[in-house]
């Protein structure tokens, strides 16, 4: 089992940035990736950035491109996610998952991901 927790949502104006956080607890001795996920309501969980625990290798959707940042601190077991340039269509839930080994569905398939966290509101005012 491994448990996981975000921190670090909130309000902000358009423009603004937010640094959210997941703290990583259990059996993470085989973490494979982690994760950072988004939903808006109404709508699918959809892939945001992914980071590989082993060498910190990134993937980002298209739509974060260049405003975010994912990094990890693997002796604190925990996962960051850098958000500037908050835009309106930036508000969600976002969702940390937890990944043990690789899978054929890839990365930005939120499948992959077998423990998620709670979630945290982000919500980007214009």
């Known amino acids: 089992q491994v448990q996981l927790v975000e921190s670090g949502g909130g309000l902000v104006q358009a423009g603004g940035s937010l640094r959210l956080s997941c703290a990583a607890s259990?059996?993470?001795?085989?973490?494979?990736?982690m994760a950072w996920f988004r939903q808006a309501p109404g709508k699918e969980r959809d892939f945001v950035a992914v980071?590989?625990?082993?060498?910190?290798?990134?993937q980002y959707a298209d739509s974060v491109k260049g405003r975010f940042t994912i990094s990890r601190d693997k002796a604190k077991n925990t996962v960051d996610l850098q958000m500037n340039s908050l835009k309106p269509e930036d508000t969600a839930v976002y969702y940390c998952?937890?990944?043990?080994?690789?899978?054929?569905?890839?990365?930005?398939?939120?499948?992959?991901?077998?423990?998620w966290g709670q979630g945290t509101q982000v919500t980007v005012s214009s």
């Open positions: 259990g059996r993470t001795a085989s973490t494979y990736s």
């Open positions: 998952g937890h990944d043990d080994a690789p899978q054929s569905l890839g990365v930005r398939n939120r499948l992959t991901y077998g423990y």
């Open positions: 980071i590989r625990w082993s060498d910190a290798y990134t």
